[in-house]
């Protein structure tokens, strides 16, 4: 099977993510935006959470936001600009929420470490923000069912051919900070909205990946109830060891060490970190 598959898959018409959305109070009240999300920095790997031993997953996941407002009306209603100026924009109140997917054995067996191509995701499914920020430890079922048959309305993304449902989904074996606020730094030469994942962990083995999902919990949107998605986007396959077969830790990427450098709480790494595992078989 070839893992670099893309298919597409099947939208729900009533929903109203990825698209404009004009906000009609809050901090962002008479603009109209589209944003997209991007995961700019990836987790390789992890070491299953423990009570003893509560290591993130590595790298951090970074997610990079775009925000495009509508500068056009009437036959040219649909231009629009991205926002160049981040730093003057207000991003209070901009979150994002991390989702939890297994990717099942028949597919993350051929996936090498650290690789893989992220999944096609459903841009209009419709997704309202739950009220949870932090994920504590919680009781966890020891396997994940795949149905062969799922409604079309279950189906979120597909991976290497693989219909992921939102029913599969097990957020729940997440511990640390879920849903993070936005923050504005400097990113390749200029200022960019970021979501930074620093002490996410996985309480179970296994192969997984992660969605992203961000929100305006301070501003309300027209004609919608309660604070809708306003993007989403799957982030690359990870895999979490036990601490037995744990391989290491690679040195820190360089977005780590710049992350760093603006006081964000991360682990940063000048050389390799071998694992139980690696020592051993030396």
């Excluded at 296994?206 to 809708?228: C, E, K, N, W």
């Excluded at 077969?245 to 820190?252: C, E, K, M, R």
Aim: glycine letters at 8%.
């Amino acid at each position: 099977m070839s893992f670099s598959q893309r298919v597409h898959v099947q939208p729900v018409p009533s929903s109203t993510i990825g698209l404009p959305v004009s906000f009609v109070a809050g901090p962002l009240a008479g603009m109209t935006l589209r944003a997209e999300l991007e995961e700019v920095q990836s987790a390789k790997m992890g070491r299953k959470y423990g009570h003893k031993d509560r290591r993130a997953l590595d790298p951090p996941p970074v997610v990079l936001m775009k925000l495009y407002r509508r500068v056009g009306y009437g036959i040219n209603a649909r231009a629009e600009e991205e926002i160049l100026d981040y730093g003057s924009f207000n991003n209070v109140g901009l979150v994002c929420q991390a989702d939890l997917f297994p990717i099942p054995e028949t597919i993350s067996a051929g996936i090498p470490a650290g690789q893989g191509t992220s999944p096609v995701l459903n841009p209009h499914q419709h997704v309202i923000l739950p009220p949870v920020y932090n994920r504590s430890p919680a009781p966890y079922a020891s396997s994940h069912s795949f149905p062969e048959s799922l409604p079309r309305s279950d189906v979120v993304a597909y991976y290497g051919g693989h219909a992921l449902s939102e029913s599969s989904k097990c957020t729940q074996l997440l511990a640390g900070t879920i849903t993070v606020a936005a923050i504005c730094i400097d990113y390749k030469g200029k200022k960019s909205l970021m979501f930074i994942f620093s002490d996410l962990a996985v309480r179970s083995e296994g192969t997984y990946m992660l969605r992203y999902s961000a929100y305006d919990i301070f501003s309300h949107v027209r004609h919608t109830q309660g604070h809708p998605a306003l993007a989403q986007c799957f982030g690359g396959p990870f895999h979490i060891y036990s601490t037995k077969d744990f391989p290491g830790l690679h040195a820190s990427t360089d977005l780590t060490k710049h992350l760093s450098f603006y006081g964000m709480r991360l682990h940063a790494r000048e050389h390799q970190r071998e694992g139980k595992k690696r020592k051993a078989d030396d």
